[in-house]
């Protein structure tokens, strides 16, 4: 298990392998970015019909068929919950849970507007990052006013607000993000693989702990509101998996490896240490496997082999997968349905989009 004083290693690691292409790069490695499909520069990205890149545009139509706000949301019952039902352990994990949750929507925004919106060319790309932007703000608008809701104290509520520089295990899950965002010396493909990990492992242990207070009958409106962007994050995580496997040249599986455990570590750390799980009465090492499990999945779909070899320890997260067995966007866990995709998009966007999908609970 990587050790969490190692993380700060793999800038330097990665300046080190640049010196050397094929320790550091897969594929056709001697590609250039400049010359990559989707990183390509081109009149066409300012149209766009004809659809160049159709597995790409039904990523973005589905996402557009998942649009929700917050105003849907209804906390009336929580309070009952907050303030009846819940013990002071158990508002203390949410409350900083929510801090988290609403300072990282920011940090996924920031990276798209600044980075991955000016880098990627191809205009079906830049359509799904426009609506990513737009629901990651819906979605830190909902933590934000969970936080509001369930926090009374104005000085608590400011102190969870800024969490990335008041609480110390929320700032170095953000100042991990945001390395990646300022390192120029990185490539596209590992800070796609970087923010993969963001929103598919700094999240997922998370919404496992909310969905857990649901398989205990509490906080259906939080509960709710953890459905719809669970939901959102995996489309998010899927995104990146395709663009990925789009890029002729990717990082070696090395790096790709090395990336994904240090999101782990900090992750479990997170949750096991940090802000233990056992606040809320789960098991951390049950945890700590779910997040190795997790991560399994995500090197799966960026094509690497498993890691971890672990298994999903949590019998509950079998009703919520994002994307597989279940299919989250066809047989909602959740009443809401802004719009339907019917059978003949859905199966279409099967056959286009490659065999490789990223989810939270699925066998291997």
Request: negative net charge; charged residues 25%.
């Amino acid at each position: 298990m990587l050790d969490i004083s190692e993380v700060a290693s793999s800038f330097h690691e990665l300046k080190v392998c640049s010196e050397n292409d094929t320790a550091r790069f897969a594929g056709e490695t001697s590609r250039t970015e400049d010359d990559e499909p989707l990183l390509k520069g081109s009149q066409k990205r300012f149209v766009l019909f004809p659809i160049q890149f159709k597995d790409i545009w039904q990523m973005y139509k589905k996402a557009e068929a998942s649009f929700w706000t917050s105003e849907e949301i209804d906390l009336s019952h929580d309070l009952v919950d907050w303030n009846q039902r819940l013990n002071n352990k158990e508002r203390h994990f949410i409350t900083h849970v929510l801090a988290f949750f609403a300072a990282s929507d920011g940090i996924v925004n920031e990276n798209l507007v600044e980075r991955f919106s000016n880098e990627v060319q191809t205009a079906e790309a830049r359509c799904f990052y426009g609506f990513q932007i737009m629901m990651e703000n819906i979605h830190s608008e909902t933590y934000s006013l969970l936080i509001d809701t369930y926090v009374k104290d104005a000085q608590q509520r400011e102190y969870l607000f800024d969490a990335i520089e008041t609480i110390p295990c929320i700032k170095r899950k953000a100042d991990w993000a945001l390395k990646w965002i300022s390192d120029k010396q990185s490539t596209f493909a590992e800070r796609l693989v970087a923010f993969a990990a963001v929103e598919g492992i700094f999240f997922s242990g998370s919404f496992a702990s909310i969905f857990w207070l649901k398989k205990r009958g509490l906080m259906p409106g939080l509960t709710y509101s953890n459905e719809l962007i669970s939901r959102d994050e995996g489309l998010h995580t899927d995104f990146a998996c395709l663009l990925f496997n789009h890029l002729k040249r990717k990082p070696h599986p090395r790096i790709i490896r090395k990336i994904i455990t240090e999101a782990v570590a900090i992750e479990q750390a997170f949750l096991s240490d940090a802000l233990p799980v056992s606040l809320i009465g789960m098991n951390a090492g049950l945890m700590r496997r779910y997040i190795e499990f997790v991560a399994d999945r995500l090197l799966a779909a960026l094509g690497n082999e498993k890691y971890y070899h672990s298994t999903n320890p949590f019998d509950f997260m079998d009703m919520i997968s994002l994307q597989g067995k279940t299919n989250f966007f066809e047989k909602r866990v959740s009443e809401y349905s802004k719009a339907s995709i019917n059978h003949s998009t859905t199966s279409s966007t099967r056959s286009m989009e490659p065999n490789r999908t990223f989810t939270m609970d699925e066998d291997f």
